[in-house]
């Protein structure tokens, strides 16, 4: 590996900032919320599932955070490839340090949000990833995606976990050029 500037960030402001360069970052173990599925982002299961995330981090009383979403394919072809149908993806909400009643949260809201079964407490650590801010509508990541993969292979790295996308912006901005996405790829 070529020698890379590697930012150490603050672990709770450093995991929702990004350059709106390819930077190469480190980043250590976090804990949260967290649903596993299979869809279209904005299909039924997604949004079932973000719908159970923030109801059990509300019943947490935790602060509201962004969302933040972990995805692949089971397929050997290119995501952009993929049907949206088949992507799997992780979702994700931080939790604050500390330990957090996550089992009876899910339990109180089960009632009214049965797919608040599903939701877990992980901690899981992404280490050393380049990462970068993209700007504007998911459409356009692509973009972004091609300058982080140029940085990637620049520097010599080799991706090593899941792409992993932390999205800044309400999802229901009505003008899509105003969304911010934090992308980031672990490497090794």
Not at 20 to 46: F, K
Not at 64 to 89: A, I, K, T, Y
Not at 110 to 116: E, F, I, S, Y
């Amino acid at each position: 590996m070529s020698e890379a500037k590697v930012s150490q960030r603050d672990m709770a402001a450093g995991w929702y900032e990004a350059a709106e360069d390819p930077e190469l970052v480190e980043h250590g173990p976090v804990s949260g919320l967290a649903v596993t599925g299979r869809g279209e982002p904005g299909g039924a299961a997604y949004n079932e599932s973000v719908g159970a995330l923030y109801a059990v981090l509300s019943a947490l009383g935790a602060p509201m955070v962004p969302l933040e979403g972990r995805w692949w394919v089971e397929d050997e072809r290119s995501p952009f490839d993929v049907p949206r149908e088949e992507w799997w993806w992780h979702l994700f909400l931080r939790l604050p340090d500390g330990p957090m009643p996550v089992d009876r949260a899910c339990e109180q809201v089960r009632p009214g949000v049965p797919a608040a079964c599903r939701v877990q407490h992980v901690t899981f650590a992404e280490g050393l990833c380049v990462q970068m801010l993209h700007r504007g509508p998911y459409s356009e990541e692509p973009a972004s995606l091609a300058r982080m993969v140029a940085f990637i292979e620049e520097k010599g790295l080799t991706r090593n976990g899941l792409h992993h996308e932390i999205y800044l912006s309400d999802p229901s901005e009505g003008d899509p050029r105003k969304m911010r996405t934090i992308l980031r790829q672990p490497v090794r």
